[in-house]
């Protein structure tokens, strides 16, 4: 059995960040853009909008940054070829990344504010289970997930102050089946 190198186990790990960081942020762009989202919403401008919520140019660059830090968390862990947890931590970041794409259009496309804190704290679990797990792998994977778990916890309570300031958002505007994806 040959043992790799500091200088290889970089390399590959590298080489796993070279696909699934932009793999991450071509998701969490497909998601945003199945409807129009933050700004360009107009039912989400109608909304009443809790004080704390951040000026619009903030949610793309989070979003940007913390799918980059998804990534590279990701490749830490798809590189971990020995760890027995390897398996199970990419099935609980795979489901976890599943509920977060389903947010977008849940709640900017179908305007089911409540529907989506609830798929908010889902996500939230999820990613506290990840993270528990990653850091039974690569502890550096973990640390990658802890701006990820609390860009969560501001959403949901940002989420949660919507669905109180609307209690009928869903009936602002009619929804709407129209996509920004064009084939």
Partial sequence: ?????????RLA??????????FILLLGFASGRLFPSGEENGWYQMLVKPEATPPGWVFP???TTLYVLLGLALAMIVNARGSRLRRPALILFAAQMAANLAWSPLFFGYH???????????????????????????KGAAWLMVPYLAWLCFAAVLNYQIDRLNPNAETLVPGSSTSQMSV
Avoid: D, H, N, Y
């Avoid at 059995?1 to 186990?9: D, F, N, P, R, T």
């Avoid at 798929?119 to 999820?126: D, F, K, S, T, Y």
């Fill in 112 to 138: 089911q504010v409540s529907a989506a804190l609830l798929l908010l704290v889902l996500i939230l679990a999820l990613a506290l289970a990840t993270t528990f797990v990653f850091a039974r792998i690569r």
């Fill in 1 to 9: 059995m040959e043992i790799a190198s500091k200088g290889q186990l």
């Fill in 61 to 63: 660059v989070a979003w």
């Fill in 13 to 22: 790990f590298l080489r796993w960040a070279i696909v699934t960081v932009p």
